[in-house]
């Protein structure tokens, strides 16, 4: 068997950057998606990584586009032979308590957050059942699970990946493919850089390890939810966030 292939979306941030470097040391040809506004920074990122001894491709894509994923998708698809592992891991966020929330506040979330990942996953998922194997792992969130003041687009969006999870893991389960969620809680990348400093200390004062999550640590989840001794696993969801959060 030949090296597997792994798509990451959102490749080139912050948590996706620590999923395609821990993939690419497993073994894995990683392609990591970004936005094609940023291809100049995605071709600054590739030389870091290649630099740093990783090898993995970057791919434009607007993974909020229907067209443009099934287009692009579905030619990787022919070229490659098989995507093996996804990890849907592109996200934004629009804060805005409700009463100030503008209906692109909305839709800009719910298109990038959650969209894509219908986009994304719908035309490589026929070529996983297929084969015989697959792994898609979808990185919603704590917030996703508790909800949070000022998130009510992407509670929503990453709440909705996790029913999408439960729902595919079932039409994957007897194919050899699983479908699974990573909920990180607070993980130290620019989003979370973003958060005003008042209110982000108060959030690390309720986090019961007392720390933000790294972004190795999540991409440690997601390098154990798609190895092939993970293959019983499907339709879960794990949390990686210090506490914050006990189902
Ligand atoms: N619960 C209850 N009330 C709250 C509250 C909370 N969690 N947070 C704020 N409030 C109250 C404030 O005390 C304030 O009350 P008063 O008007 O009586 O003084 C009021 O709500 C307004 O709060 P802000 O001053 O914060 O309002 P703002 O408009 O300046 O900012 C906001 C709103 C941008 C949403 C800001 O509150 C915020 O950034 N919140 C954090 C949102 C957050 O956690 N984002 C996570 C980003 S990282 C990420 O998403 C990754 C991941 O998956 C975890």
Redesign the pocket.
């Known amino acids: 068997m030949g090296a597997r292939t792994a798509l990451v979306t959102g490749g080139t941030g912050g948590i996706g950057s620590a999923v395609c470097r821990h993939l690419a040391l497993k073994g894995y040809h990683v392609v990591a998606v970004h936005h094609p506004a940023e291809t100049e920074l995605a071709e600054a990122w590739k030389a870091e990584m290649t630099a740093d001894g990783f090898n993995v491709e970057t791919m434009a894509l607007d993974v909020s586009s229907a067209d443009a994923c099934r287009t692009t998708l579905v030619q990787l698809l022919a070229e490659r032979g098989s995507i093996d592992v996804l990890v849907n891991c592109a996200?934004i966020?629009r804060?805005?308590?409700f009463k100030?929330m503008e209906d692109e506040h909305w839709y800009d979330v719910i298109n990038v957050n959650l969209n894509s990942v219908y986009n994304v996953t719908q035309p490589l998922w026929d070529a996983m059942l297929e084969k015989g194997f697959g792994r898609v792992v979808n990185i919603?969130?704590?917030?996703?699970q508790r909800g949070?003041?000022?998130?009510a687009n992407?509670s929503a969006a990453?709440a909705g990946m996790h029913g999408f999870t439960m729902a595919l893991a079932q039409e994957g389960a007897a194919k050899g493919v699983t479908v699974n969620t990573v909920?990180?809680?607070?993980?130290s990348?620019a989003?979370?850089e973003?958060?005003?400093e008042d209110?982000?200390n108060?959030?690390i004062s309720g986090i019961p390890m007392g720390r933000m999550g790294s972004t190795d640590e999540i991409a440690d989840a997601v390098t154990f939810l798609v190895a092939d001794e993970s293959g019983y696993i499907t339709g879960a969801n794990l949390p990686v966030n210090g506490g914050l959060y006990m189902s």
């Open positions: 996200g966020t804060d805005k308590t100030r919603s969130s704590v917030n996703g949070q003041f000022g998130q992407y990453k909920s990180p809680g607070y993980v990348t989003m979370t973003a958060i005003r209110v982000r108060a959030i």
